[in-house]
C-alpha cells in the first residue's frame, strides 16, 4: 500500500493534468451511471420463463451452481427458482410436487437446479456439518474446500432458500439444514441486546480453517474408528468432513472443536444483514413451530428499532458496543422492513406490520429517483457525493433497489397503495433489460418481477397465528400471497374484519373483494 501511495504521490506532481483528466472522466462515467432511462418495454411472463432457461443452462448438472468454480452461494437465484416451482395459485403442501406452467404461474424446470444446487452445497465442506452454518463460498466447483468465513447475510438468505425447499418437497433433510443453521447463527453471532454479529474469520491463530477441520487421530478420538471416509484432503495434514454424520456424532464432535482456540468474531451489527436474518428467523420460527426462535426474532426487532434507530426513526447503519454510527443506506431500510414484515406473519402483532410501512414510506421520501425511477444509494440529505449512485446487483446479496420493490409491492396489497406499486413497478423498469441476461445477479428483482405478475391474492386473517384456521391458510408456499393479521382497522385490507361467531376467520381477497370468510380449516386444504 505504501508503495501505491508513493505512486500517486508522484503521478500527481508530474502528471497533473493528465490525473486532472482521467479524475473528470471517471467521475462522468459515475453521473452517467446514476443516470440509466428505463426501460419503456413490457413487463411480461415471458421475462420470468426465459430467465428460468437461463438459469436451467448455466447450471452445472453435477455439483449445482451457476459457473465454475469460485462458487458462491445464489440464495436469490435459488429463491425465485423456488417461488417459480412453487406457482402461485393456491400454494403448495409439504411434500407436494410443485405445480408449474402458466396455469399455476410458474415455469417449467425451475425445480431442479434450485434442489441441485441446494443438494450440492449441503453435503459438506461448504456447510459445517458439526457446527452448522455456511461458509462465505467453495473454491472448487464440488463445494468441497471453502473459504471459511461465515457471513451472517449469507447464512441469513439459505435458511429460507432450505425452509422453502423442505415445504415443496418434506424432505426432511432440508429441514435439518434450517435447524442447524439457526442454531449456528443463535449460539456464535448473537450480540447483547437482541442483534446479531456480522462473521466468524476464516483464520483461527494465523492459519485458514484450523478450528473447523480434522485429522484421522482427533476424528477417532471423538467418534471412534471406522469413520475415515468422512474426511476429505484439505492443507497441513488435515482434512474437511464431507458426507452424513449422526447425531450423537454431531454432538461428540461439536463438544471437541468448541475446546479449540475459536476464529474471531466480528462483532459489528449491520442493519440490513441483520433485517435480512429477522427474516429469515421469523419465518422458521413460524414455519418450525419455535416460540423460542420468535421471542429471539421479536428481540432483534427491538434491537433494530431501539438501539439502531435514530431519535427520529430513521435508521442507522451500523452497532458496536453500544454505540450505533452511520446513516442508513438504502438496503437497510428495505431489509429491515422486509424483517418486520416476516415477524409480523409469524407471530400475529399488528405494531410489526405498522413499523414495516413506515420504514418502507420513510425509504421512499429519503431514496426515491423521481425523475427517473428506483432509489438511490444514500438518502436525498445524506453527504454530498460526487454522483448519487443505484445498486441493482442482487449478489450476493439483495440490492436495495430489488428489496424495496418487493416490499412495496407486498405493502402496497395491503394498504390498497398504488403508489407505493408505481414506486416499485419503477425499479423493475430499470432492470428489465439486464434481467435475462444475467438472471444470477438480478435474482431477488426477478422475486418482485414474479410478486407484480401474480394476480393479487390477499389474506386477511383475524385471530391468532396459532389458531387451527390461520395454520392452514399459511402452511404451503404460496409466495405471492400477502398476508395480514388482525383486528386492525387501521390497515385497510383489515378493515371491518371481525371474527366470525368468536372463532379466528381467514379472508381471501382479491384487490379487496373478499370471499365470504372461512373458519373450518379443512376448507383451506390442499
Known amino acids: 500500500f505504501r508503495q501505491v501511495l508513493t505512486a500517486l504521490a508522484g503521478a500527481y506532481r508530474e502528471q497533473r493534468d493528465d490525473v486532472a483528466q482521467q479524475a473528470e472522466a471517471l467521475v462522468e462515467a459515475l453521473r452517467r451511471s446514476a443516470e440509466v432511462a428505463p426501460s419503456t418495454d413490457p413487463l411480461t411472463e415471458e421475462l420470468l420463463d426465459e430467465a428460468v432457461l437461463r438459469l436451467r443452462d448455466q447450471v452445472d448438472p453435477r455439483w449445482g451452481g451457476f459457473g465454475h468454480a469460485p462458487k458462491f452461494p445464489p440464495a436469490s437465484a435459488i429463491e425465485f427458482l423456488l417461488r417459480r416451482a412453487a406457482g402461485s395459485a393456491g400454494g403448495q403442501a409439504a411434500g407436494a410436487r410443485p405445480k408449474t406452467g402458466p396455469a399455476f404461474g410458474g415455469s417449467p424446470g425451475a425445480f431442479e437446479p434450485a434442489l441441485a444446487t441446494l443438494d450440492g452445497m449441503r453435503s459438506g465442506g461448504m456447510v459445517d456439518l458439526v457446527g452448522g452454518g455456511f461458509h462465505r463460498y467453495s473454491v472448487d466447483e464440488e463445494w468441497l474446500v471453502p473459504h471459511f468465513e461465515k457471513m451472517l447475510y449469507d447464512n441469513a438468505l439459505l435458511v429460507p432458500a432450505y425452509l422453502h425447499a423442505w415445504v415443496l418437497t418434506g424432505e426432511e433433510a432440508y429441514r435439518a439444514i434450517v435447524e442447524q443453521t439457526v442454531e ?3 449460539r456464535e453471532l448473537a450480540l447483547e441486546g437482541g442483534g446479531f454479529a456480522s462473521a466468524q474469520d476464516a483464520d483461527t491463530e494465523g492459519v485458514e480453517g484450523l478450528t473447523f477441520t480434522w485429522t484421522a487421530e482427533e476424528l477417532a478420538e471423538a467418534i471412534g474408528p471406522g469413520r475415515e471416509l468422512l474426511l476429505q484432503p484439505f492443507e497441513h495434514g488435515r482434512s474437511i468432513l464431507r458426507g452424513g454424520l449422526m447425531p450423537e456424532e454431531r ?4 463438544e471437541v472443536r468448541q475446546r479449540r482456540s475459536q476464529p474471531a468474531r466480528d462483532d459489528k451489527a449491520v442493519a440490513a444483514w441483520n433485517g435480512l436474518w429477522l427474516a429469515a428467523l421469523a419465518e422458521a420460527g413460524r414455519r418450525l413451530d419455535r416460540p423460542d426462535w420468535l421471542d429471539a426474532a421479536r428481540a432483534l426487532a427491538g ?9 427520529d426513526s430513521r435508521l442507522h447503519r451500523t ?17 429491515v422492513a422486509h424483517g418486520l414484515y416476516e415477524l409480523h406473519v409469524a407471530t400475529g402483532e399488528l405494531r410489526w406490520l405498522e413499523e414495516s410501512h413506515r420504514l418502507a414510506l420513510l425509504a421512499v421520501e429519503l431514496f426515491a429517483d423521481d425523475e427517473r425511477g428506483g432509489f438511490f444509494l444514500t438518502p436525498a440529505d445524506g453527504e454530498a457525493l460526487v454522483a448519487r449512485q443505484k445498486d441493482v446487483d442482487d449478489h450476493p446479496t439483495p440490492s436495495g ?32 433489460n439486464a434481467l435475462v441476461r444475467a ?25 391468532p397465528p396459532e389458531s387451527d384456521v390461520a395454520r392452514a391458510a399459511l402452511r404451503g408456499l ?46 383451506l386444504a390442499g
Not at 454432538?251 to 461439536?254: F, H, K, S, T
Not at 434491537?303 to 431519535?311: D, E, Q, T, Y
Open 184 to 186: 449456528y447463527v443463535l
Open 251 to 254: 454432538d461428540a464432535l461439536l
Open 439 to 463: 438472471p444470477t445477479a438480478f435474482g431477488w428483482a426477478l422475486c418482485a418481477l414474479d410478486l407484480h405478475l401474480a394476480p393479487p391474492r390477499e389474506l386477511a386473517i383475524v385471530g
Open 319 to 335: 452497532w458496536r458496543d453500544g454505540v450505533a454510527k452511520g446513516t442508513g443506506y438504502l438496503e437497510d431500510y428495505a431489509d
Open 478 to 523: 404460496e409466495p405471492n400471497a400477502v398476508v395480514a393479521f388482525g383486528p386492525g382497522e387501521g390497515v385497510p385490507l383489515l378493515a371491518g374484519k371481525t371474527l366470525v361467531d368468536g372463532r379466528p376467520a381467514v379472508y381471501v381477497c382479491e384487490r379487496f373483494a373478499c370471499r365470504a370468510p372461512v373458519t373450518d380449516p379443512a376448507a
Open 401 to 432: 433497489n430489488s428489496m424495496l420493490a418487493f416490499v412495496l409491492l407486498r405493502l402496497a396489497r395491503i394498504w390498497g397503495d398504488d403508489e407505493l406499486e408505481r414506486h416499485a413497478t419503477g425499479v423493475l423498469r430499470l432492470v428489465r
Open 303 to 311: 434491537f433494530l428499532l431501539g438501539p439502531l434507530s435514530i431519535a
